[in-house]
């Protein structure tokens, strides 16, 4: 299966330790074409912002960036059977939308976004993105999953994007998925045909009922364990994780890979 991949790094990344964690989450039997986006040309422009007054010196920065970015993704040595590009147009709004439009996944380097002004860009990088994301810290090791489990129709398609892109090595490890209490008996037949696909792909699978607020019960399931997680959510409750202020101060979270399934 051909797929489109986005990846989001900034000059800071060490793109060649970036494909090879991204080559630990992709199905191998897959054939990916990459392309590389410089998603920081904003980060960091604080300090020139403080120093001078002058927009032509920030668009200065910023283009020496690019031109840098481009040049590593130029030098990278990966097998040359890969397919892979750096984006050299004017990453804006417009250009995002219409290349996140026609891709499988984006996946961001969230090490780059390091300070909370940073971690607020990449909030709103993620709020504009129009496919899945999965946002990637430095050591994304994993050994188990969490998906929260929502009763709408998405939580189906965050389990069939995650089997058509993740390594099928990833199903073996333990999954938590967290329900909400069905309301009435419809959804009670629905959640238990849910359960009985997931079953299928995920030999190791523990189920628990939310009591609280999903973000809430989230947070207690990700400390519960010290085993790093990858986690599987919807876009809304995704992206409250990323912009909660626990998210921010905690270490766990992170440092923990996070998968969002976006339409």
Not at 232 to 256: F, H, R, V
Request: proline letters at 4%; glycine letters at 4%.
């Amino acid at each position: 299966m051909k797929q489109k991949i986005l990846i989001g790094a900034g000059i800071q990344s060490d793109l060649g330790a970036l494909y090879q964690r991204v080559s630990a989450f992709l199905n191998p039997q897959n054939e990916y074409f990459f392309t590389f986006l410089c998603v920081d040309e904003g980060v960091g422009n604080e300090l020139i912002a403080a120093t001078t007054n002058r927009n032509s010196s920030i668009q200065t920065f910023d283009l020496l960036k690019k031109v840098e970015f481009e040049l590593k993704v130029e030098n990278l040595n990966i097998s040359n059977t890969l397919n892979v590009e750096a984006f050299k147009s004017e990453l804006n709004d417009g250009t995002l939308a219409g290349l996140s439009g026609v891709a499988d996944l984006f996946i961001i380097d969230s090490s780059i976004f390091v300070n909370q002004n940073d971690w607020c860009e990449l909030i709103e990088l993620v709020h504009k993105v129009n496919c899945p994301v999965l946002i990637l810290p430095k050591n994304a090791t994993v050994n188990r999953l969490i998906m929260v489990h929502e009763p709408e129709h998405h939580s189906l398609y965050i389990v069939k994007d995650f089997l058509k892109i993740f390594k099928p090595d990833l199903t073996e490890l333990p999954l938590s998925v967290l329900f909400n209490f069905p309301e009435d008996e419809g959804q009670t037949e629905n959640e238990k045909f849910f359960v009985d696909y997931l079953k299928m792909a995920f030999p190791n699978i523990g189920m628990q009922l939310m009591v609280d607020e999903p973000i809430n019960e989230f947070f207690n399931e990700l400390n519960a364990d010290t085993d790093r997680a990858l986690i599987l959510t919807g876009t809304n409750l995704g992206e409250e994780i990323l912009a909660c202020p626990k998210t921010i101060a905690d270490c766990t979270a992170k440092s923990s890979p996070l998968f969002i399934y976006k339409k």
